[in-house]
């Protein structure tokens, strides 16, 4: 992948006078290896953002495209997780990490290897046999990761999937999200609710306001991807820049 293009993009959810529009004219890129955080309000359309990326849903106005080409529908290189994780506690840790790649029809023995290989990156290779009501909520989210890994993606979307855990399980797996994100070389979208997790994993950072959603700006954050910077000075003043934008935006002052 390329570029992830969203140009003069609506959605809008029934007809006639029961219409709700979630998004109004929604315009960002998200290039090749990129990290790009989207925060804001609920019920501000950050979750149809990534529906729209995953080709689950279509606009209803305007266009999204990767590479120049309309997304018509999912996508073998892209990757979705959702807030809950999607796992399957009947099957397997191993059995869980093939899943996407069983829906694609791979072969049971490169299934196998790819799953094996993503669950070593995430540290649950002993793991494998086990299921997922035995793992903790870290665990769980880390084997959500893995699953998505082993696709072998281009672009990642995460639907809030730290939002679950404890502050210090939290910024345990931003580091773990950012160490794979450095190695793996991906372009990422993550939607939250966290000033801090925005800032810490976010190259851009689109502010969004409230329904109908838009965009309002575009904090521009270069330092972001490297972990000492979550102890600086300049992190602190950036989390305060969003937290203004989103008070401004009418996203309310209570994001941690």
């Not at 270069?222 to 401004?248: K, M, P, T």
């Amino acid at each position: 992948m390329r570029e992830l293009c969203f140009s003069h993009v609506d959605v809008v959810y029934g007809s006639g006078k029961d219409a709700i529009t979630a998004l109004d004219n929604l315009d960002f890129t998200v290039s090749d290896g990129e990290s790009v955080a989207i925060i804001g309000p609920s019920g501000c359309g950050k979750s149809t953002t990534l529906r729209l990326a995953s080709g689950l849903l279509r606009p209803s106005a305007g266009t999204t495209t990767i590479d120049g080409s309309p997304i018509q529908g999912p996508r073998a290189s892209t990757a979705l997780i959702l807030q809950d994780f999607g796992l399957l506690p009947w099957k397997t840790v191993r059995a869980n990490a093939e899943l996407g790649l069983k829906i694609r029809h791979v072969p049971r023995g490169e299934r196998k290897e790819r799953a094996s290989e993503a669950l070593q990156l995430v540290g649950l290779e002993e793991f494998a046999d086990a299921y997922p009501g035995s793992l903790s909520g870290g665990m769980r989210q880390r084997l959500a990761l893995a699953r998505a890994l082993a696709l072998d993606v281009d672009l990642l979307l995460m639907d809030e999937p730290l939002s679950a855990l404890d502050a210090l399980l939290r910024e345990q797996l931003q580091d773990t999200l950012l160490s794979l994100w450095r190695k793996e070389g991906y372009a990422q979208i993550l939607v939250t609710h966290s000033i801090d997790e925005a800032v810490y994993l976010g190259q851009r950072i689109y502010v969004m306001a409230p329904r109908p959603g838009h965009v309002v700006t575009v904090v521009q954050n270069e330092d972001a991807g490297d972990e000492a910077y979550r102890q600086s000075g300049e992190f602190f003043a950036r989390c305060n820049e969003v937290r203004e934008l989103l008070r401004q935006a009418g996203g309310g002052g209570s994001h941690a």
